[in-house]
C-alpha cells in the first residue's frame, strides 16, 4: 500500500471510531467510514501491546496490509478502513488472518466483486438480461 494511502494522524483515527460504523469477529473489529472526496481506500492499523511483542505485532500490521493489497479491487472504495487486531491474531497464519479479515469485510459489506462473481456463477455465467 502506498503512504497516502494509509491512516496516519490521531485525528483521523478518532475521525472513524467516532463517526463510523464497526463489524467485528474474535480476531479483528473493522471501522468503516465514507469518505466522498477520496480517490482510494485508506488503512489504518491497530494492534495493542498485549499482542505479542513488537516483532509479532509488526508480523501481524505486514500481513493484514498485504491482504488488503491484494483484495483492494474487490474493497469499495472512497472509504476510510480501521483494523484493530485482538490477541487470537498473533498465532495465526497469513491465510487464516486473510481468511478472518475476508469474513469481517463480508460482515460489513465491503467487499463488491467477490460478490458479483458468485451472482453470475449462481446465475451459469448468463446476464439478468438473459435470464428474463
Known amino acids: ?20 460504523s464497526s463489524m467485528a469477529n474474535r ?5 468503516i467510514l465514507p469518505k466522498e472526496g477520496q480517490d482510494s481506500l485508506r488503512l489504518g492499523l491497530s494492534v495493542s501491546k498485549r499482542v505479542g511483542n513488537a516483532v509479532c505485532r509488526n508480523r501481524i500490521k505486514r500481513y493484514v496490509r498485504e491482504v488488503f ?20 491474531v498473533k498465532d495465526m497464519t497469513y491465510h487464516e488472518i486473510k481468511s478472518s479479515l475476508e469474513h469481517v469485510l463480508r460482515k460489513s459489506k465491503m467487499i463488491v466483486r467477490v460478490q458479483q462473481n458468485k451472482e453470475n456463477r449462481q446465475l451459469g455465467g448468463r446476464k439478468e ?3 428474463n
Open 27 to 31: 480476531q479483528f473489529v473493522l471501522y
Open 129 to 131: 438480461s438473459e435470464t
Open 69 to 88: 493489497t491484494q483484495i483492494q479491487g474487490d474493497l469499495k472504495q472512497h472509504y476510510d478502513y480501521v483494523v484493530i487486531a485482538h490477541n487470537p
Open 1 to 20: 500500500m502506498k503512504k497516502e494511502q494509509r491512516i496516519k494522524k490521531n485525528e483521523e483515527f478518532s475521525a472513524v471510531f467516532n463517526r463510523g
